[in-house]
């Protein structure tokens, strides 16, 4: 069964929220689902999955530096990422706070290392973002987006 990979890093616990919001999503198209803070994460655990969500609050515009070290440590496996499915999320503490810039840097980087990345015509485009905490909109997103990513893992990877 393929593998979906849910890393965050949370202060305030709105990222956390997130990131338990869209593993709901995952699980219900069944599939196998590891949430975990960025602290407890390695690249192996990256080299393990078949489909990687990155959350982070906004940290002056990009990500916060625990995930951007966990991309930074990554780099000795250049190219071992190639083909699995990557996604990311966002949350600030107002609009206009940095939610796109700081899933595009994610994404950005997931591009860069070959991973495969699905955009949403409809609500947030480039991946679910909260402004302060999650609302029914925000968790209405992330579900969404979980299933969504559930969905194009079982497609690609079956």
């Given at each position: 069964m393929a593998k979906v990979l849910i890393v965050y890093y949370s202060k305030s616990g709105n990222t956390k929220k997130m990131a338990e919001l869209i593993k709901s999503g995952v699980e219900?198209?069944?599939?196998?689902?590891?949430?975990?803070?960025?602290?407890?994460?390695?690249?192996?655990?990256?080299?393990?999955?078949?489909?990687?969500?990155?959350?982070?609050?906004?940290?002056?515009?990009?990500?916060?530096?625990?995930?951007?070290?966990?991309?930074?440590?990554?780099?000795?496996?250049?190219?071992?990422?190639?083909?699995?499915?990557g996604a990311a999320f966002s949350s600030s503490a107002n609009i206009g706070g940095g939610n796109e810039t700081t899933v595009l840097d994610i994404l950005n980087a997931m591009l860069i290392h070959g991973m495969i990345i699905q955009g949403d015509p409809q609500g947030d485009h480039y991946g679910p973002v909260s402004i302060g905490k999650p609302d029914q909109r925000v968790e209405k997103e992330c579900l969404r987006f979980g299933q969504r990513m559930a969905q194009l893992t079982k497609r690609l990877k079956g």
């Open positions: 219900k198209e069944k599939l196998d689902v590891v949430l975990q803070d960025v602290k407890d994460t390695g690249v192996e655990d990256l080299l393990g999955a078949d489909a990687i969500i990155m959350g982070s609050p906004v940290y002056y515009g990009t990500m916060a530096a625990p995930l951007k070290k966990l991309f930074d440590d990554s780099v000795s496996h250049h190219g071992e990422l190639d083909g699995k499915i």
